[in-house]
Nanobody, 117 residues
Framework: QVPLVESGGGLVQFGGSLRLSCAAS????????MSWYRQAPGKAREWVAS????????NYEYSVKGRFTISRDNAKNTVFLQMNNLKPEDTAIYYC??????????WGQGTQVTVSS
C-alpha cells in the first residue's frame, strides 16, 4: 500500500489555479504535521508549505506566501494545496509527506504541475 498518493496536477496558464490533493494511508494521519514539497527539473526537492496535525497553524515558503493555501481533512486522511496566481517558476513535481523528517514516509510519485507563460 502506497502511503502517499498525490493528485490534481496539470497544465495551466500563467495566473491560473490548481488544487492538489494527497491521500495518506498506513499511518495515523491526524497525529502528524504534513508538508508539501516540490522538485523542479534539475533542482533539489524543496519545502513549500506545512500544516500542523490539527490544522491550526500553517507556514509557507516565501515565494508562495499569499498565493498558496495548505489545508487538511483528518476525517479523510487528506492534505490539500490550493495554488492560485500560478507562475512559470512554480512548474515542478509536487509531493506531500510528513513535516517531521524522522517521521518521513516513502515518497509517492508526486503530481506534475506545469505553468505556461
Amino acid at each position: 500500500q502506497v502511503p502517499l498518493v498525490e493528485s490534481g496536477g496539470g497544465l495551466v496558464q500563467f495566473g491560473g489555479s490548481l488544487r492538489l490533493s494527497c491521500a495518506a494511508s498506513g499511518f495515523t494521519f491526524a497525529n502528524y504535521a504534513m508538508s508539501w514539497y516540490r522538485q523542479a527539473p534539475g533542482k533539489a526537492r524543496e519545502w513549500v508549505a506545512s500544516i500542523t496535525n490539527d490544522g491550526g497553524n500553517t507556514n509557507y515558503e516565501y515565494s508562495v506566501k499569499g498565493r498558496f493555501t495548505i489545508s487538511r481533512d483528518n476525517a479523510k486522511n487528506t492534505v490539500f494545496l490550493q495554488m492560485n496566481n500560478l507562475k512559470p517558476e512554480d512548474t515542478a513535481i509536487y509531493y506531500c509527506n510528513t513535516a517531521l523528517i524522522t517521521a518521513r514516509r516513502a515518497w509517492g510519485q508526486g503530481t506534475q504541475v506545469t505553468v505556461s507563460s
